[in-house]
Each structure stands twice: as C-alpha cells, then as structure tokens.
T-cell receptor, first 114, second 111 residues
Framework: GAGVSQSPSNKVTEKGKDVELRCDPI?????LYWYRQSLGQGLEFLIY????????KSGLPSDRFSAERTGGSVSTLTIQRTQQEDSAVYLC????????????FGPGTRLTVT | TQLLEQSPQFLSIQEGENLTVYCNSS?????LQWYRQEPGEGPVLLVT?????EVKKLKRLTFQFGDARKDSSLHITAAQPGDTGLYLC???????????FGGGTRLMVKP
C-alpha cells in the first residue's frame, strides 16, 4: 500500500518568504507527526495531530511555524518569514493511533533558505 | 546534554566486520526503539524493546535493552554494504506518542 508522502521533495526559498510543506499520511492513520532534522540539532519533534486537533504545539520553534490538518488526513506545515536557520529536512510520520508505537515516516522535504 | 547519547557518532568499517553501537541515558524508559535511515528517506523502525535485559534478533542485527532500561545496544554481525545508514535510537516520552531521538550513529560499510 501507499506510504506517507510529502511534497515538495526539495524547496529552495529566499530569506523572508513563506513556505508550505505538505504531508499525506497513510490512509486510516489518525495520528500525524512533524519532525525536523538538521545537522546541528538532529531529529526533533515539532507538533502532532490526533484527528484534526493539535494538543501539543510546544515543539514548534517559534511563532513563525504553524500547522494544520483538515479532514483528518492531509497536513500542512507553514513557515512564515523564513530564516536561514530554518534550513533542514522536515519529516512527517503517521500512526494508526496514539496508543500504537509504530510511526511510519515519509521521505521528507529538504528546505534550503538562501 | 541530549536525553539519549549515541556512540560512536561515526563508524567506517570493512564488509564482514562486526560492530556495536550504543544508546545511553540516565533516565529510565518503558520502551526504546531503533531506526535506520538511508539518504533521502525517512527513518524506518527496526525494533522495539520493552523489557529490561531483553534481547531481540533481526537477521544479523542483535538488539539489547539494559537491565535497568536506561540504555541499549545494537550489534551487527558480518556487516554488509547494505547496512550503511544512520542508526537512531528513540523513546516515547509523552502521552502524545511523539518520539525523542538520539543523535544517531552514521555507519559506512565498505565493500
């Protein structure tokens, strides 16, 4: 079956521009997670959704970051006024529910801010 | 200081050699996971260990959870080039099921 997909695979943007990253989870998975992977910080949690709600936004690095999920499926991570330190690979994962341990990761979006 | 400390950070070996990588913490965990990540891909779950002292085998990979559930090791026997990748340990900390990762061990196996 289809796995988690993310788009675009690569994004180059100028400092100060807004970007939107998309995640399509595995069909039927109710939980969705966003992580960021950078050389300096490793792989860090950003935000998760159970259905359409995001109970914990504490991992978002600044108020320039926001995420939404509609229809319990597709999620969008938006970064406003991008900065060079936002350059990283943004990974999305989904799982059947919060009670299950297995998360399935997408291939990520590599964001480069110039 | 990271919650999960992985060592070594980098490891380059010849095909056929054995190796062990470590994931250490001062905290106790109810379970711990190991992932492998290849370039351009997301991490893929290899194993979950839940019992102190538990040993799990996946072909040539042997995973052990420490007796006190604070640390874990991954041993690879007769490494092959296909084992090349980033090995990450991770734990669930909060009710939301999100993962906290170690810094990873980047393994290169040369033919």
């Amino acid at each position: 079956g289809a796995g988690v997909s993310q788009s675009p695979s690569n994004k180059v943007t100028e400092k100060g521009k807004d970007v939107e990253l998309r995640c399509d989870p595995i069909s039927g998975h109710t939980a969705l997670y966003w992580y960021r992977q950078s050389l300096g910080q490793g792989l860090e949690f950003l935000i998760y959704f159970q259905g359409n709600s995001a109970p914990d936004k504490s991992g978002l690095p600044s108020d320039r970051f926001s995420a939404e999920r509609t229809g319990g499926s597709v999620s969008t991570l938006t970064i406003q006024r991008t900065q060079q330190e936002d350059s990283a690979v943004y990974l999305c994962a989904s799982s059947k529910g919060l009670a299950t341990y297995e998360q399935y990761f997408g291939p990520g979006t590599r964001l480069t801010v110039t | 200081t990271q919650l999960l400390e992985q060592s070594p950070q980098f490891l380059s070996i010849q095909e056929g050699e054995n190796l062990t990588v470590y994931c250490n913490s001062s905290s106790v965990f109810s379970s711990l996971q190991w992932y492998r990540q290849e370039p351009g891909e997301g991490p893929v779950l290899l194993v979950t260990v839940v019992t102190g002292g538990e040993v799990k085998k996946l072909k040539r990979l042997t995973f052990q959870f420490g007796d006190a559930r604070k640390d874990s090791s991954l041993h690879i026997t007769a490494a092959q080039p296909g084992d090349t990748g980033l090995y990450l340990c991770a734990v669930h900390l909060h009710a939301g099921n999100m993962l906290t990762f170690g810094g990873g061990t980047r393994l290169m196996v040369k033919p």
